[in-house]
T-cell receptor, first 115, second 113 residues
Framework: DGGITQSPKYLFRKEGQNVTLSCEQNLNHDAMYWYRQDPGQGLRLIYYSQIVNDFQKGDIAEGYSVSREKKESFPLTVTSAQKNPTAFYLC??????????????FGPGTRLTVL | GEDVEQSLFLSVREGDSSVINCTYTDSSSTYLYWYKQEPGAGLQLLTYIFSNMDMKQDQRLTVLLNKKDKHLSLRIADTQTGDSAIYFCAEWLGTGGSYIPTFGRGTSLIVHP
C-alpha cells in the first residue's frame, strides 16, 4: 500500500533534549512538508522540501531542523531551542506541478509532549 | 499578508445541512481544496474544485465557488455524527519561486443528536 508513515505516534521528551520525528513516504512524491498543529491554530508550516537535498523554512522554523537526504524520508528534529515544543506534528507529501490537482497526503501525526 | 479565513466552530443537529465557509487569497488559484481531519489523525482530502467551476457536487457534498468574492463553501447534506471533525480549506500559492499549500485554521463541526 502506498502512503506516508510517521513514527512514533506518541513521544515524550524531557525539557532540554533534542528529539527526531520520522516521516517516510513511498508515493514517489518530490515534495514533503512538516506542520505543527495546536488547538485553534490550524496548521503552521515548519519546513518544506521540494526536492532531495534541498529544503526551505516555513513560517515557524525556529527551533527545528530537517534533512532530505533521500526522496522517501524527511525527518524533523525538535531542538532544545524550541520554546514550546508540545504539539501535534503532521508530515505530508505531494506532487509539485502547477495547474494540476495537488493532493497532499498526510501521515497519522506524532504527538510530542515535553515533560 | 492575507490569510485563508474560516470560522472556527459550527454546531448542527443530526440530519440538518452544514455549511462551512472559507475566503481565500489568490484569485488565480487553480484548484481549491477541502480536507477533513478526524480526532488524533492526519488530514484527508475530501473534495476539490477547479477554478473555472462554480459548483461541484459529490454525493452529500456540494462545493460552491464565488471567484469574484474569493469565497468557497462546503455544504454537507443530511449531516451525521460521523461527520464531526475539523474541516480545512486550502489553496496553493506561488511565493518566491515556491509553490506551496496554504490552509485555513479549520472549522470544527460538531454534530449533535
Amino acid at each position: 500500500d502506498g502512503g506516508i508513515t510517521q513514527s512514533p505516534k506518541y513521544l515524550f521528551r524531557k525539557e532540554g533534549q533534542n528529539v527526531t520525528l520520522s516521516c517516510e513516504q513511498n508515493l514517489n512524491h518530490d515534495a514533503m512538508y512538516w506542520y505543527r498543529q495546536d488547538p485553534g491554530q490550524g496548521l503552521r508550516l515548519i519546513y518544506y522540501s521540494q526536492i532531495v537535498n534541498d529544503f526551505q523554512k516555513g513560517d515557524i522554523a525556529e527551533g527545528y531542523s530537517v534533512s532530505r537526504e533521500k526522496k522517501e524520508s524527511f525527518p524533523l528534529t525538535v531542538t532544545s531551542a524550541q520554546k514550546n515544543p508540545t504539539a501535534f506534528y503532521l508530515c505530508a507529501s505531494s506532487t509539485q506541478d502547477r495547474g494540476v490537482i495537488n493532493e497532499q497526503f498526510f501521515g497519522p501525526g506524532t504527538r510530542l509532549t515535553v515533560l | 499578508g492575507e490569510d485563508v479565513e474560516q470560522s472556527l466552530f459550527l454546531s448542527v443537529r443530526e440530519g440538518d445541512s452544514s455549511v462551512i465557509n472559507c475566503t481565500y487569497t489568490d484569485s488565480s488559484s487553480t484548484y481549491l481544496y477541502w480536507y477533513k481531519q478526524e480526532p488524533g489523525a492526519g488530514l484527508q482530502l475530501l473534495t476539490y474544485i477547479f477554478s473555472n467551476m462554480d459548483m461541484k457536487q459529490d454525493q452529500r457534498l456540494t462545493v460552491l465557488l464565488n471567484k469574484k468574492d474569493k469565497h468557497l463553501s462546503l455544504r454537507i447534506a443530511d449531516t451525521q455524527t460521523g461527520d464531526s471533525a475539523i474541516y480545512f480549506c486550502a489553496e496553493w500559492l506561488g511565493t518566491g519561486g515556491s509553490y506551496i499549500p496554504t490552509f485555513g485554521r479549520g472549522t470544527s463541526l460538531i454534530v449533535h443528536p
